[in-house]
């Protein structure tokens, strides 16, 4: 318990370079999706080009960063996808992507399966296409279903099927349990946060105090289970979940949008927590001199839960949670298992919250296709 705390302790005050960066390669997307976190759907005609990508990725690799988690918007909507991925596989920098599935036909697959040291997260929000499909777009379901089949065809390997808990998905984790295993994948379980366009959905689709405490007795029994330390919120309940179970925000973790903003947390793509900017610079001047991430790495103040027994097991919760249902960082997690997060909105009586930006969404999704 010693080493692990000043583990934690020395996570909390950064690292010299993050364990995991998070890339919004795009902010292109052929679906969309109602709890978005990065509210995508057009393409920013700013983003970083192939060359600033490239040279992006250079920099990863000096820095020795574990690995790249892409996203977006769909990241395979770049025609330089494959190029991207290439160069940083050939720089020996990992490479894991989140992906709605639709580019993944039989082809795409097989190149995939062709590239080393790279990890495939496929994204649904249900066991069959009438819950899935009404967060993701009429079509999705399908297309997701499709890319598994594309890639258990070619020998991927073990890929990973994504799900972010909402209070429909988590009345079907024996079912996602079951899908996973027919396909040899592993089973990834994410927090739905109240970031990007899940601002608007939250307060219907974010799962209900009594299914937290089911999802935290149900992955404490699956440790094979990932969750990226999703729900360290959970962990207060008692015996800690996998994972280091702090908030990593400009510590461990942090986001590079499209365009090259640098954020402290894949959640939190709002101006309060833009630490600066790629192109000036690069990325390494900004992690170790942002004035932001400097803050972030100081002692954290208790606030409000100074007074909770349970403060050291999780914290204080997530910080983008707090930040977009209109708390304040010393207030208790909106989802705090004792419900203090819910007596703390309830006393601010809000009428406006917090919205990210900026906003890329499409009045109607493009076509689902894969090519």
């Known amino acids: 318990m010693g080493a692990e705390r000043s583990l934690r302790d020395r996570f909390e005050r ?15 997307c052929n679906l969309a999706c109602t709890h978005c976190l990065s509210s995508s759907g057009r393409r920013d005609p700013n983003e970083l080009s192939t060359g600033e ?27 330089d996808f494959f190029e991207l991925i290439e160069h940083a596989v050939g720089q020996h920098v990992g490479v894991k992507f989140s992906t709605n599935g639709t580019r993944i036909d039989q082809a795409a697959a097989r190149r995939l399966a062709s590239i080393d040291y790279l990890d495939i997260q496929v994204s649904i929000d249900g066991v069959d296409a009438a ?86 007795r149900w992955l404490l029994e699956r440790p094979n289970v990932l969750t990226g330390d999703s729900f360290f919120h959970l962990s207060a309940l008692g015996e800690p979940l996998s994972g280091l179970n702090l908030c990593g ?43 932001l991430f400097r803050v972030l790495r100081e002692p954290g103040n208790a606030g409000a839960c100074g007074s909770c027994g349970s403060y050291d097991a999780c914290r204080g919760g997530c910080m983008a949670a707090k930040f977009f249902t209109g708390l304040e960082m010393s207030d208790p ?38 090519r």
């Open 249 to 291: 925000a400009g510590r461990v973790v942090c986001l590079i949008d499209p365009v090259g903003e640098v954020y402290a947390c894949p959640f939190v793509i709002h101006e309060e927590f833009r630490a600066g900017n790629v192109r000036p610079a690069g990325f390494r001047d900004v992690w170790q001199n942002s004035e």
């Open 131 to 216: 819950t899935s499909d009404r967060i993701r777009g009429a079509g999705s379901y399908d297309s997701a279903r499709r890319a598994m089949d594309n890639l258990k065809s070619a020998d991927f390997g073990q890929f990973k099927i994504s799900v972010v808990m909402t209070r429909e998905s988590i009345e079907q984790l024996p079912e996602f349990e079951a899908l996973a295993a027919a396909y040899g994948a592993e089973l990834r379980l994410t927090r739905f946060r109240p970031s990007g366009r899940g601002v608007d959905v939250w307060q219907e689709l974010h799962p209900t105090l009594e299914q937290n405490r089911r999802l935290y």
């Open 14 to 28: 950064g690292l010299a370079a993050p364990i995991c960066l998070t890339w919004e390669l795009t902010y292109a």
């Open 333 to 370: 997690d909106p989802e705090c298992v004792f419900g203090h997060g819910e007596t703390a909105l309830a006393a601010k009586k809000l009428t406006i919250r917090p919205t990210s930006s900026p906003d890329h969404s499409r009045k109607v999704p493009v076509a689902i296709s894969a």
């Open 53 to 79: 990508a490239k040279a992006l990725i250079d920099e990863i690799a000096a820095m020795q960063i574990f690995y790249l988690n892409i996203g977006g918007g769909e990241p395979m909507i770049r025609r």
